[in-house]
């Protein structure tokens, strides 16, 4: 029986704690980086060597350093297949590669081969989950199904004819894997009742084109759906208020864009991508790690900063003046420390469990 203790244990805690300690670390840079870039913008002077490398940087590590972990985790949590330890740790590995080739050269070689190993651990995990597609599948329905089509866009990317052209292209690619699949994973987390899944992903689809590659109003309809998708899971959800709050924000905001009462270009789109990965899908899918009762005043705390900068952002397109960038700028270093924080307190909290755990085992 002591054996058995002992043999377990280390099993027990080891993946769990490199992975959180893995996503913690990349949460971590690209909080740093991106708090560089945006005192950058705002007109201070620090050292980013190529703006558009460390940008990059920025929302790659984010995007697959801890966007993809979280859900990853999530579905892990709710019984679904994952990459296995060696295919994480080859994961790791690209990771670390492509963002060293950002930081290096931008889209170049190392970045491009690294960034091919991560999409073939993100085509690994979707096929997964496949079991998953099924009209009673839920939210976690669509996300092989996104990340499939996500896929399908990266060779547009590489024939875009100018540099505008490619960043649409990797805005509808970033937005398909958004609403596709990270959207509806912290939404499983809530937890919220699911639409049709083919309804939410042809409306995600419709959308994710709609702000980037083909920008046409029929296009925009998928927001609107979407938002009304969003406002009637809320509704019915078992959630804590301040997480509807945050989700219902979000539907506000694909509301007015669907319906094109404000514009979508790219600063709305960096204070939508902002708003809906630092609030909502951030506190959705870490909601389990963070101490129940430090949670709710927490999350309002995080919700009201991530939504002035957001708001900050925004307004540089709504309502240009000088004062926006330097708020942006002020609010991000609020929210970067508010995530690093709940993020050592989340380790402490999930460090504490896992050993109580291992030591019931
Ligand atoms: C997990 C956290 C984060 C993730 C996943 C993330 C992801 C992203 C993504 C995907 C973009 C590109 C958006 C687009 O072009 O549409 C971006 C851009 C950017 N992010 Fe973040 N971000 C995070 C946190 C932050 C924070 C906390 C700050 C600032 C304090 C920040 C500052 C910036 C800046 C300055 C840009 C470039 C904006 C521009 O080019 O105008 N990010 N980020």
Not at 49 to 55: A, E, I, K
Not at 202 to 229: D, E, F, I, N, R
Not at 313 to 329: D, E, F, S
């Amino acid at each position: 029986m002591a054996e058995n203790v002992s043999d377990d244990r280390p099993k027990s805690i080891r993946g769990p704690f490199i992975g959180a300690l893995s996503i913690g670390a990349a949460l971590a840079l690209t909080l740093g980086v991106g708090l560089v870039l945006r005192l950058f913008l705002a007109g201070y002077r620090v050292p980013v060597g190529d703006f558009s490398h460390l940008r990059h940087v920025h929302t790659h590590l984010g995007t697959y350093g801890v966007l993809f972990p979280l859900m990853w985790w999530v579905w892990k949590t709710n019984g679904l297949r994952i990459p296995g330890p060696w295919a994480l740790a080859f994961y790791a590995v690209a990771v670390v590669v492509s963002a060293v080739g950002f930081a290096q050269s931008g889209y170049g070689l190392v970045s491009i081969a690294g960034s091919t190993a991560v999409l073939g651990v993100w085509m690994l995990s979707a096929w997964k989950v496949r079991d998953q597609m099924r009209p009673d599948g839920g939210w976690l329905a669509s996300a092989p199904l996104a990340i499939l089509t996500g896929a399908l866009m990266v060779p547009l990317v590489a024939q875009a004819a100018s540099p505008e052209r490619v960043q649409a292209v990797v805005r509808s690619f970033l937005s398909m894997l958004m609403l596709g699949a990270l959207v509806p994973s912290a939404l499983h987390r809530l937890p919220a009742p699911a639409p049709p899944p083919l309804v939410w992903f042809c409306a995600a689809t419709a959308a994710a084109l709609s702000v980037g590659a083909v920008a046409v109003a029929p296009l925009q309809l998928g927001l609107v759906a979407l938002a009304a998708m969003l406002a009637w899971a809320l509704w019915r959800a078992q959630a804590p208020l301040d997480l509807r709050l945050a989700w219902g924000l979000a539907a506000v905001g694909m509301l007015v864009v669907g319906v094109g009462l404000v514009p979508m270009d790219r600063q709305m789109a960096v204070a939508g991508t902002h708003y809906l990965v630092l609030g909502p899908l951030l506190l959705s899918m870490t909601r389990l790690a963070v101490p129940r009762r430090l949670s709710a005043a927490v999350r309002v705390g995080i919700l009201v900063l991530v939504a002035g900068m957001s708001a900050a952002i925004a307004l540089q397109t709504l309502a240009p003046g000088p004062y926006w960038g330097r708020l942006a700028a002020w609010t991000g270093i609020a929210v970067a420390v508010s995530w690093v924080g709940l993020s050592l307190v989340a380790a402490v909290s999930g460090a504490a469990k896992l050993l109580g755990v291992a030591t019931r085992d």
